[in-house]
């Protein structure tokens, strides 16, 4: 009777993380793939909270990857002005722009920004970030407890490393790629 009950609290215990795990992974869809996305919501769960809402909301669809640097990161998630979609679609101002909700505030931890962690881009005011996030392609340690990383590429990062590259100084990408779609598991 005893190992019957082990064995059932070993059983309900994997069966809870499975459920946890696939509560917290993403699914990027690119015209290169799809890319898989693990999120770190004991890490940063307000950002992780927000990626998620915006995601299944369907807000990230059709937003272009506006700055992408070369060995460093591809940066996407202007839902106000960089959605192909919408009537406020403005390449010269993607970038600038974030959804209707608030600011969050900073959530720095000891996550590194190595290749493939998903991190909240923002303006030089550590809380500003709101919708917009980058994906490193290379380590970027300068970036570390500096910028709020909440997830990371646990597959296909090969296809985010084909995305279209732009100005080697600016990033700004002319004829970016764009997200087809981003949601929950």
Do not use: W
């Not at 807000?59 to 002005?81: L, P, S």
């Not at 340690?141 to 997830?151: E, K």
């Amino acid at each position: 009777m005893r190992k019957l009950t082990y064995l059932l609290i070993l059983i309900y215990s994997l069966s809870s993380i499975h459920l946890m795990s696939k509560e917290n992974t993403i699914i990027l869809k690119i015209k290169y793939g799809e890319v898989i996305i693990e999120l770190f919501p004991d890490k940063a769960p307000n950002h992780v909270k927000r990626f998620k809402e915006l995601a299944n909301k369907g807000q990230y669809d059709n937003v272009v990857f506006h700055r992408v640097i070369e060995g460093f990161m591809a940066q996407t998630g202007d839902v106000k002005f960089g959605n192909t979609n919408s009537a406020d679609f403005n390449l010269s101002l993607a970038g600038t722009g974030g959804s209707d909700l608030p600011n969050l505030k900073a959530e720095f931890s000891d996550v590194a920004h190595t290749r493939g962690v998903l991190s909240a881009a923002r303006s030089a005011d550590p809380n500003s970030a709101n919708s917009q996030f980058f994906i490193c392609f290379e380590s970027a340690p300068h970036l570390d407890r500096q910028y709020s990383a909440f997830g990371k590429v646990i597959k296909g990062m090969e296809f985010i490393d084909m995305i279209k590259k732009g100005d080697p100084n600016s990033g700004a990408v002319s004829d970016p790629d764009k997200i087809i779609s981003l949601r929950s598991k």
